[in-house]
């Protein structure tokens, strides 16, 4: 398994942005489809984009569709989150998650086998 750990995160006022990194460890990196979720207080674990392993697929929350953008750079082993037009409902902790060979992006968190611990957005109104 590849070990993550998100950084970015922080409190942005509505209508702002952020973006969030994913560096993962270990020299497969490219071998590992990637997912970004968020988990806001007293809700579900949800799907926000994927990306796959070369950045060939693309998917997104119909919710985060138009204002966010993910990339990776596997030279750096590191997957991006660009957040723009932040609104107050894309509170929550962010998480990446990965997992080896799966083809393309999957929206179910059950599919990827390795996380990391998470980085809190908070977005002001």
């Known amino acids: ?66 204002r966010f953008t993910i990339s990776r750079d596997n030279a750096k082993n590191t997957v991006y989150l660009q957040m723009n037009s932040l609104k107050p409902e894309d509170t929550a902790v962010y998480y990446c998650a990965a997992e080896a ?3 393309y992006p999957r929206t179910e968190s059950a599919r990827y086998g390795s996380w990391g611990p998470g980085t809190q957005v908070t977005v002001s109104s």
């Open 1 to 66: 398994q590849v070990q993550l750990v998100e950084s970015g995160g922080g409190l942005v006022q509505a209508g702002g942005s952020l973006r969030l990194s994913c560096a993962a460890s270990g020299r497969t990196f490219s071998s590992y489809v990637v997912g970004w979720f968020r988990q806001a207080p007293g809700k579900e674990r949800e799907f926000v984009a994927g990306i796959g392993r070369f950045g060939e697929f693309t998917d997104y929350a119909a919710s985060v569709k138009g």
């Open 101 to 103: 060979f799966l083809g």
